[in-house]
């Protein structure tokens, strides 16, 4: 059975999406300022799409905390 983001983790990666929109229609300080959001928008999925990753493969990406995920 191949690994996936549980509801949960689901849940959490909308968040920043909505960050994201709302960041967008508030009137732009600096034109990197979407760019920059964006930037960190991506990173936090990456972070949360870790955990798939390792449910799938814990030889490959170890769980550090010794707590089950």
Known sequence: MPAS???EEQAVLR???EFYRAFSALPQLHPAD???VAFHVHALA???AMRAAHR???ELI???SGTPI
């Open 15 to 17: 968040i920043p999406g």
């Open 62 to 64: 170890p769980n550090k």
């Open 56 to 58: 799938a493969h814990p």
């Open 5 to 7: 983001l549980t509801e």
């Open 46 to 48: 990456r972070i949360v």
């Open 34 to 36: 979407l760019d920059e």
